[in-house]
């Protein structure tokens, strides 16, 4: 088994996952010196070369190939960015074709994750390739995301914002945990401790949370 950190980033359609998997990736690689790989959704190449939508039928395998993906980059690199994982295909598969069968898997998934960054809707939604179904699916599948990530107890915290701003709180909330790792080239990472130590100390939490911060304080109770 791999020793590699995977750091899943999840959420509802047109919530800047790409974008901030492709900033992340290099951001992190130079702050750490670590070796960081980005695994992009596999659906959106899927949609592509089938020019379609995948039926309910189809929705194990492209999870299925989501996750081989991720556990490949695993064999050979520190720490894996994983722009969606089998949890999204699960949640879609329940809320378009009323599938449950593929949540555990996804669930299973998760809980190998160092941590799993949920992007908030605070973004607009914007039409971009067959597999994005609409601006009124966003709230639905997130409440969805957050009930499974509660439920299943798992490490995940919300990242908003906008450009480099929700870069620096995905940043924000990942640096307690890359702290602990010993990097090849230990300068590099003193900005992460920099930046974790000019983190306010959070008193509170509530529910919906969108403070990386708060919510790690919360999950460490």
Known sequence: MSSALLIAVIGAESTGKSTLTQDLTPALQAATGLRCALVSEYLREWCATQGRTPRVEEQAQIAAEQTRRIDEAAQENDIVICDTSALMTAIYSQYLFGDNSLLETGR??????????????????????????????RKPIDSALRAVLLSAGLNWAVVAGSGTARLEAALNAMTPLLKRQQPPRQGLFSRLTERQDALPEWRWACENCDVPECEHLAFKR
């Open 108 to 137: 299973a998934f998760h809980r190998r994750c160092a941590l799993t960054l949920l992007t908030a809707l605070d973004l607009p939604w914007v039409a971009d390739g067959l597999q994005r179904d609409g601006a009124h699916v």
